[in-house]
C-alpha cells in the first residue's frame, strides 16, 4: 500500500479514551485523568473477581453493566443533547460517568457498611479514622470523576446531579437485592436462589465463593494469620537446618 492510500484511508478517534482539556490548566489536566476511571474500573472488576472467585465482585461488576445499559436506555428514551455538540457523541441526559460513580460509590459504601467489618487495630481512634477515611475518599473520587464532566464542558450540571442520583438509586437498588436481602434473609426467596447459586456444579467447579459469610472480612485476616503461621514454621526449620550444618 502506497503513501498516498495509507493517507487517504478514514481515520477516527476511539472516544473511550480520547478526552478533550484545557492544556493550560493543572486542574483541567488532573480531571481529565480521573475522567478515565470508568474505563479503569473494568479490568479492575476483572481482575478481583478472577483473583479472588468471591462473588460479591461478578455481582458488582454484572450490576455495573446492568446501570450502563439503563443509562443507554434513559439517553435514548429522553434525548437531550449535551452542552456541547463538539465534545462526546450520542445524548447528553443523564451522564453516564456520573452515574457510573454513583453506582460504584453506592455498593461500596454499603458493603463496607453492612457486611465488611475490618478486623480493629486496637484503637477505637485509628478504626474511625480509617473508615472515615475510607468512605471519604470513595465519595470524593466519585463526586471528582462526575464533576470533571461539567468541568470539561461534556455535560451540563443537571445531566451531571441526575446521573449520579440515578446511579445512586440503582447501586443502592441493587446492592439490596443481590448482596443485603438473600445475606440477611437466607430462607426468602433471594436467599435460597443465591444458596442454589453457590453450591451450583459450574460455580463450584470455577470454586466461586461467598467469603463474607464465613469471615467479617472475608477471610482476609484468617488467611494472613494461617500464612504468618507457616512462614514463621518455615523460617525456625532453615534456621535450625543452618544451625545443625555449621556445628
Request: aromatic content about 16%; proline content about 4%.
Amino acid at each position: 500500500m502506497s503513501a498516498n492510500e495509507v493517507a487517504s484511508i478514514p481515520r477516527a478517534a476511539l472516544d473511550l479514551t480520547y478526552v478533550l482539556y484545557n492544556d493550560s490548566s493543572l486542574l483541567s489536566h488532573i480531571l481529565a485523568m480521573l475522567t478515565l476511571t470508568p474505563i479503569l474500573l473494568n479490568p479492575a472488576y476483572a481482575a478481583l473477581a478472577v483473583w479472588t472467585r468471591e462473588l460479591l465482585f461478578f455481582e458488582m461488576w454484572a450490576g455495573q453493566m446492568l446501570c450502563e445499559c439503563f443509562n443507554y436506555v434513559l439517553k435514548h428514551i429522553i434525548q437531550e443533547e449535551r452542552p456541547n455538540q463538539d465534545l462526546g457523541d450520542g445524548y447528553g441526559f443523564p451522564s453516564s460517568h456520573s452515574q457510573w460513580m454513583g453506582y460504584f460509590a453506592s455498593f461500596l459504601i454499603l458493603h463496607f457498611s453492612l457486611r465488611h467489618r475490618w478486623s480493629s487495630t486496637g484503637h477505637r481512634s485509628l478504626d474511625f479514622a480509617r473508615d472515615a477515611g475510607l468512605y471519604t475518599f470513595i465519595i470524593a473520587w466519585s463526586l471528582s470523576v462526575a464533576f470533571s464532566r461539567y468541568y470539561l464542558s461534556y455535560h451540563s450540571a443537571p445531566q451531571v446531579l441526575w446521573g449520579f442520583i440515578i446511579g445512586l438509586a440503582f447501586g443502592t437498588t441493587y446492592y439490596m437485592l443481590v448482596e443485603h436481602i438473600p445475606t440477611s434473609h437466607p430462607n426468602s426467596l433471594l436467599g435460597k436462589f443465591r444458596s442454589g447459586l453457590l453450591t451450583n456444579p459450574l460455580l463450584t467447579w470455577f470454586r466461586i465463593r461467598d467469603g463474607w459469610t464465613v469471615w467479617p472480612d472475608s477471610g482476609t485476616e484468617a488467611q494472613w494469620l494461617r500464612w504468618r503461621e507457616e512462614w514463621d514454621r518455615q523460617r525456625l526449620v532453615a534456621k535450625r537446618t543452618s544451625e545443625a550444618k555449621s556445628q
